[in-house]
């Protein structure tokens, strides 16, 4: 990596400027890539898919771990040739055009594998429930989010940000942030802060049909979040569901752990 023209020289001899309209916010120093790498590491030889690589800040801090073999997938073709210069022709990357919200990932890898991104703000959503609940599940997740959101992702019971999002990844995951950034810290600079998650998929994931439900229970009762349980989930069941489940009618949503959900889901298919 050490003869490799620095992120900026790259951008610039390849006249890349950064597309809002595909959530294009980089990080180009490479202390910062390596300390998300070590703390999304270690790899032990496994596969590692980076989505968005854009310029290849974090491509190059990964190429330097013990992963065994990268799969990067960028939808804007323009970083393709810049993405090119890092292969060495050892056979570990794989560069994929094409949109992570359609891809395959059993297609791209052999085996389990790793998840690391700097994500597309406009869709990072969508990828993390895709990854979290899907036919095909990581290893671990190590992703950047707006903090507001990673906020959403690790929320407990009681905070303010807990709400669908917490409740479909901690039932699916272990989850916790493990980085803060600064909006300084991105060229072009975001208007938000960021902050990076770390998951781990749950051995004990509930099965879509749950999850399918989970889903149902949880829109409903944080769709009217301030009103008891009995009345916002009055359409699935109401306080009969509640009664069943074991959970408190009179209870609100911001209060019901995930465990608590889960029994609700399960109630609410028998
Ligand atoms: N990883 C680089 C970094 O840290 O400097 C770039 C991160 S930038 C926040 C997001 C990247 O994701 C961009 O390169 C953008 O082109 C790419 N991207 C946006 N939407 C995408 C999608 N649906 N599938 C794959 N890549 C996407």
Redesign the pocket.
Known sequence: MTDLPTLRESLEAHGLLA?KS???????DLNV?RKIVRLAGPFEGRAVI??????????RALLESDLGRLVL????PR?LPLLSELDDGDGRLAIVE????KVREADLVEGPAHLV???????GTPLLIKWLTGPWTPLSLTL?FQKEVADRIVAAPGDEAYGRLAVISQATASARIVMHLPAAA?TPPPKVASAVVHLIPRPDRPPPELQKRLERVTAAAFGQRRKMLRSSLKPLGGGALCEAAGIDPDARAETIDIGGFLRLAATLGM
């Open positions: 597309r595909f959530g294009q916010h980089f990080l180009l890539t980076e989505v968005g690589p854009g310029p290849g800040g974090l491509t997938v960028e939808k804007d970083f094409g949109d992570a919200l991104s700097n994500l597309p703000y406009n869709v950047m991105f």
